[in-house]
């Protein structure tokens, strides 16, 4: 969702781009460990928003370029964990793909308060081809700013709800997603990208890898020239149930041609509200 100007090269820009603003990881395995724990917190003294999600969700996904696999992702949310005394979502992107010659392996973290759902830190660990660059931001939604931890840089908050990137893809899954509407959300922590703009376009069901789905399917505009700009007819299609599961993405690219990803294995988590209740 954001330009960097220390940008990398454009022909592995345009994979990752795909990868990480739909919000994807790396395919460190085709499945969770069996002996795979979830940490949660002993208690909770804040309320708890209703999400679709919760700690212990994984999902793979297979990215291609045109017929061709050109990579795969992993998406989890790792836990809850304490961020200056909020417990807070804490959700884990990783990413390994590309083609000859142009390989990512990137690592992106968020951290998203349980009951406002602001984020309330940003962590993205770039390596691609000879690039690599690491950004630490701390957000700090009821100081309205935001600072980055590793340069000198930081700026006010406009947003009542700051997300960065990978948050924005949970809010999403929050929404109704009502057919023929439009939400304009002024909501991205770098106010110089909003609104974003989401359009409810259609109810298709479609098959990928990990079966069939009926899909609400949204096109996303951002203030950017990338994936999700003006005119690049992306569309992300997101189950017609109260999941919100994201299990299709296409997008036509100039040049490079059609860039598409397809869930291929998935497994809830627990919510937080019923996990409480017990």
């Known amino acids: 969702m954001i330009l960097n100007r220390d940008a990398p090269p454009m022909h592995t820009k345009i994979l990752t781009g795909l990868l990480v603003l739909i919000g994807t990881g790396s395919p460190l395995a085709g499945q969770l460990p069996s002996n795979r724990t979830v940490p949660l917190p002993s208690r909770i003294e804040v309320p708890i928003a209703e999400v679709p999600f919760g700690p212990g969700e994984w999902a793979e996904y297979?990215?291609?370029?045109?017929?061709?696999?050109?990579?795969s992702g992993e998406m989890e949310i790792v836990g809850v964990e304490q961020i200056r005394g909020r417990p807070s979502y804490h959700m884990s992107w990783r990413i390994r793909g590309g083609i000859p010659l142009a390989r990512v392996n990137d690592h992106f973290q968020t951290w998203m308060d349980i009951e406002t759902l602001a984020s309330r830190r940003f962590i993205q660990d770039i390596h691609e081809v000879r690039y690599r660059n690491y950004r630490h931001f701390e957000i700090y939604p009821e100081e309205q700013r935001w600072q980055r931890m590793d340069a000198d840089a930081g700026e006010p908050?406009?947003?009542?709800?700051?997300?960065?990137?990978?948050?924005?893809?949970?809010?999403?899954r929050t929404l109704p997603l009502e057919v023929g509407e439009t939400y304009e959300l002024?909501?991205?922590?770098?106010?110089?990208?909003?609104?974003?703009r989401l359009e409810v376009l259609r109810?298709?069901?479609?098959?990928?890898?990990?079966?069939?789905?009926?899909?609400?399917?949204?096109?996303?505009?951002i203030q950017t020239d990338g994936l999700f700009g003006e005119g690049g007819e992306a569309e992300v299609y997101f189950t017609d149930d109260e999941r919100r599961l994201l299990v299709r993405l296409t997008s036509r690219i100039p040049v490079?041609?059609?860039?598409?990803?397809?869930?291929?294995?998935?497994?809830?988590?627990?919510p937080l509200r019923s996990w409480a209740r017990r």
Do not use: K, W
């Open 256 to 270: 490079v041609g059609s860039l598409s990803l397809h869930l291929r294995e998935y497994r809830a988590g627990s």
């Open 186 to 196: 002024d909501l991205y922590f770098r106010d110089d990208r909003n609104p974003v």
């Open 203 to 221: 109810r298709e069901q479609i098959r990928v890898p990990a079966g069939t789905f009926n899909t609400i399917v949204v096109r996303p505009t």
């Open 62 to 71: 297979q990215v291609r370029l045109g017929p061709l696999s050109v990579g």
């Open 157 to 172: 908050l406009s947003a009542p709800v700051p997300l960065d990137d990978i948050a924005f893809i949970y809010y999403v």
